[in-house]
């Protein structure tokens, strides 16, 4: 049997995992009995104690199902910033043997869109985007932006007249589908559909998805597809001013193959959305968790909005949205003292290593006024692109909520999503003292 497959069935068995690995080295079984936890909604509500566990293990552990983990800022950044490490690009996942994993349609497709390309490819589809968010079209997209935050606002006070309300489903769900749909242009009859097939795309990135989740993720990415390759068709037969419409023209000047430019568009609108939606709903639902868990900072926020900026950065490193980065070793390699295959592949525990005592003073300490650096977008080549946009919507959010619902508090235990890299906050119910 293949690691992946192992190591998903004895995760999905659970209690199983300690009895099944009894033969096998202890810190093999407490590898997979912590990352069985981890992946629970349970687990999710609070993974610092496990990560701590991780941690206390080495910088590089193992990884039962093959590769290692990463879990200090250190290691992290240093793979992340380093220019010779690798994504796991299509030709790696075709060479591994999980045939169910790693050659899943929707593993193909993630394949195909760039953070999953290396160089030289990844840099010209990266320059052929150019700088998406540059100040003059953040600029242009804050007031709807902020009218969008307005009127999502308007419609959260309109339930909590009623009792409790989910903050998830009302405003952090909808506020990237919104801005990310405006921008591309998007008719908002299809907002729900593309939020719903992402959910379901994203099971392919998860570190276990099970054999049902990866039909699911294969599913929607056969609806996005279509989807996206009739959006690509639509601005081709009538071209505007918008991110698809100036991509094809783009890459009709790189391409002298029609089909190729499209096909490459078509990677880069569906690729946008699967990066906005998640992520950025995470960001949002997650600061707001975490500052209605420590009012005190949210009342001092209120009086100092010019810390806006600062508190955004904290909740970044204290619940990034992405916990698990994935890399690939280009040769045999020393990484801090471990050699690591040339190949195999490393998980970056960004979510750990934001907790490292070695990194952070008091890093289990939610404090708005840290002014610390993180990993939550990355680093080097393949740095988030879209980090301005997602920082707009928080700062929209966050002026909102301390302008117009000072007594906010949380009603109910939020709700987690069983999962171990992409944070999914289901539900975040709210009332208004
Ligand atoms: C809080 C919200 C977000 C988080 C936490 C986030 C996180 C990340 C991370 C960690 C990466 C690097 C992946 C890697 O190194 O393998 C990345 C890449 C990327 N993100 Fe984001 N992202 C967010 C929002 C967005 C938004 C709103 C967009 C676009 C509208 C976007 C577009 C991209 C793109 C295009 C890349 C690929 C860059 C490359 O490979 O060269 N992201 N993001």
Not at 112 to 120: A, G, K, V
Not at 193 to 203: A, E, G, M, P, Y
Request: proline fraction near 6%; include cysteine; glycine fraction near 6%.
């Amino acid at each position: 049997m293949q690691g992946w497959q192992l190591s998903c069935e004895l995760l999905e068995e659970g209690v199983a995992v300690e009895s099944a690995l009894a033969t096998a080295p202890v810190d093999r079984r407490t590898v997979v009995s912590l990352f069985s936890r981890l992946r629970t909604a349970g687990g999710q509500s609070n993974p610092l104690p496990l990560y701590a566990k991780l941690r206390a293990m080495g910088e590089i552990v193992q990884a039962p199902w093959g590769g290692h983990l990463a879990t200090s800022y250190t290691v992290c950044h240093q793979v992340l910033r380093s220019r010779s490490w690798r994504v796991p690009d299509t030709d790696w996942r075709t060479r591994q043997d999980d045939a169910g994993r790693w050659s899943a349609a929707a593993s193909r497709q993630m394949g195909d869109t760039l953070p999953m390309l290396n160089s030289p490819y990844h840099t010209q589809v990266r320059r052929s985007l150019g700088n998406m968010f540059d100040r003059k079209s953040l600029g242009i997209m804050k007031s709807s932006v902020e009218r969008t935050t307005e009127r999502l606002f308007d419609r959260l006070a309109e339930e909590l007249r009623d009792g409790p309300a989910d903050f998830v489903a009302l405003v952090t769900d909808e506020l990237p589908v919104i801005t990310i749909g405006e921008w591309l242009g998007i008719p908002p009859a299809d907002y729900p559909l593309l939020r719903s097939l992402t959910h379901d795309q994203v099971f392919t990135q998860e570190l276990f998805p099970s054999p049902s989740q990866l039909a699911l993720s294969d599913a929607a990415t056969h609806r996005l597809r279509q989807y996206f390759t009739g959006l690509v068709q639509e601005r081709r037969r009538s071209p505007g001013d918008d991110p698809v419409s100036s991509w094809l023209r783009t890459w009709d000047a790189l391409e002298s193959d029609r089909h190729a430019a499209d096909e490459a568009v078509y990677a880069l609108a569906l690729f946008m959305v699967l990066a906005a939606l998640e992520t950025t709903s995470h960001l949002l639902s997650g600061m707001v968790r975490l500052l209605l868990e420590h009012p005190q900072q949210l009342e001092w926020l209120r009086v100092h909005p010019e810390y806006i900026p600062g508190a955004i950065d904290e909740v970044l490193r204290y619940d990034a949205p992405i916990h698990m980065i994935s890399r690939v070793a280009p040769e045999d390699t020393e990484l801090a003292g471990v050699t690591v295959r040339r190949h195999e592949m490393v998980q970056l525990m960004v979510g750990a290593a934001h907790h490292d005592p070695d990194q952070y003073a008091e890093p289990g300490l939610f404090d708005i006024r840290r002014k610390a650096p993180h990993l939550s977008f990355g680093g080097g080549m393949h740095y988030c692109l879209g980090n301005a946009l997602a920082r707009l919507e928080a700062t929209c959010l966050l002026t909102s909520l301390l302008k117009r619902l000072p007594s906010l508090r949380i009603s109910s235990a939020p709700v987690w999503a069983p999962r171990v890299a992409f944070r999914r906050l289901m539900a975040l119910q709210v009332v208004h003292a």
